[in-house]
Structures are given as C-alpha cells and as structure tokens.
C-alpha cells in the first residue's frame, strides 16, 4: 500500500541552526500538507501545497518557514532560524488527485531543538 | 469557522470493556468530512475513517463502530471488546469542503487499556 514517507524520523538541532524536514508524498497525490503537534497538544495546520505554490498557511507558519518541491518528488519543510518553542513532531500529509477530502499522513519527524 | 470538540481528554478502561469516544464539531458548511485517526505510542497518525455530510449511516468495521448524528453534530467512536493495543490517542477531525481549508483536529483523547 502507498504511503507517505518522511526523514529523518528524528532531529535534534541547536537553536538558530536551520533544519529540513522531507517528505516524499504518494506519487499520484497532488495536493501536499504540513502539520505541527507540540507533544501532548493537537495536531496543528502549518500549510497546504498545490500546483508548486503554497495554497494556504496558518499563523503560525511565519517568515521563518518555507516549504518547496524541489524535484517533482520531495516535498521539504525549511525552518530557517529553529527556536526552542519549535520542537514538535512534525506531520507530512498528502492528498488524493480526485479531491483534498482525504489525507494520508507520513510517521512523523520529532523535532527538538536544543 | 470550524472547531472539533473532543471532551474526555482521557480514559482508561480494562480489556474487553466496551469504550465509546466522544466527538463534536462546529461548521457552517452543509457539506464537510469527519475523519478518526490513531496515534499510537509510537507517534504516527494512522487514518481511521471519513465519513461525509450526507451519509448518516452508522458504519462498523471489525471491533470499530462510528455513529454520525448531524442532528446533534456529533461523531462518536467506539472500540467493542477493547484490546491493550487499542492504547493509544484518538483524534477526530474536520474539513469543510468550501475554500482550500486544511483538516482541523480536536485535542484528542488518550484511551488506555489496561490488562
């Protein structure tokens, strides 16, 4: 059965340091999702991808992050300048092509930033 | 603006105990998607069920069972003959179907079996 792929499983990081969080979605999805979940709260939108460009984004998706899709395959999360408060796992998902009513989420990568 | 209520934040119950897991959402939209996922321990989201607006009918699978009921905006869940591996987060989730708006979860609720 497809499924969406994310690496690395975990990251630890130094506050400031840049990180990337990839995601290979399933291949015939079009549309492409991040979430965030801060451990023990709600799974939280970050933003959504669609026909290379973002589709929507939350508030909490500031200046510091970017998504990308660089090769037709990957799609990245970018956090430019980690902070504490942006340790979290996060949630890659991707959409069928028939509709966005339906979303498949990868393992997760579990975020800490040191 | 839509919002999901999940207001048992936790349960713990014994194994085969049946367990019911409460859901309740807020939308304008007449038409719209509630899902169920499954986090285990292990942390990834696991995809329960969709159900659409327009399709009332309760619908069991296995051990799981999922009463929609528009009438009081609720989707609940419930596990019959609960495991130990049944262990876990439940969350429910909503998506409306107007405007490129993203699934919008509930806080979840952690369900513990106990032997």
């Known amino acids: 059965e497809p499924e969406v792929t994310q690496t690395p499983s975990h990251q630890v990081t130094q506050m400031g340091q840049e990180v990337i969080l990839r995601c290979v979605p399933i291949?015939?999805?079009?549309?492409f999702y991040w979430y965030r979940q801060i451990l023990g709260q709600k799974v939280e939108f970050l933003v959504s991808?669609?026909?290379?460009?973002?589709?929507?984004k939350s508030e909490i998706f500031d200046d510091q992050f970017s998504v990308e899709r660089p090769d037709g395959s990957n799609f990245t999360l970018k956090i430019r300048s980690t902070k504490l408060e942006d340790s979290a796992m996060y949630f890659c998902?991707?959409?069928?092509?028939?509709?966005?009513?339906?979303?498949?989420f990868g393992q997760g990568t579990r975020l800490t930033v040191v | 603006a839509q919002k999901v209520t999940q207001a048992q934040t936790e349960i713990s119950v014994v194994e085969k105990e049946d367990v019911t897991l409460d859901c309740v959402y807020e939308?304008?939209?007449?038409?719209?998607?509630l899902f169920w996922y499954k986090q285990p321990p292990s942390g990834e989201l696991v995809f329960l069920i969709r159900?659409?607006?327009?399709?009332?009918q309760n619908e069991i699978s296995g051990r799981y069972s999922w009463n929609f009921q528009k009438s009081t905006s609720s989707f609940n869940f419930t596990i019959t003959a609960s495991q130990v591996v049944d262990s876990a987060v439940y969350f429910c989730?909503?998506?409306?179907?107007?405007?490129?708006?993203?699934?919008?979860f509930g806080k979840g609720t952690r369900l513990s079996v106990i032997a």
């Open positions: 939308t304008r939209d007449t038409t719209y998607y």
């Open positions: 998902a991707s959409g069928p092509w028939e509709g966005r009513t339906e979303a498949f």
């Open positions: 291949s015939n999805h079009l549309y």
């Open positions: 991808f669609y026909n290379n460009e973002i589709s929507e």
């Open positions: 159900r659409n607006s327009f399709d009332e």
């Open positions: 989730a909503l998506i409306q179907n107007s405007g490129n708006t993203p699934l919008v």
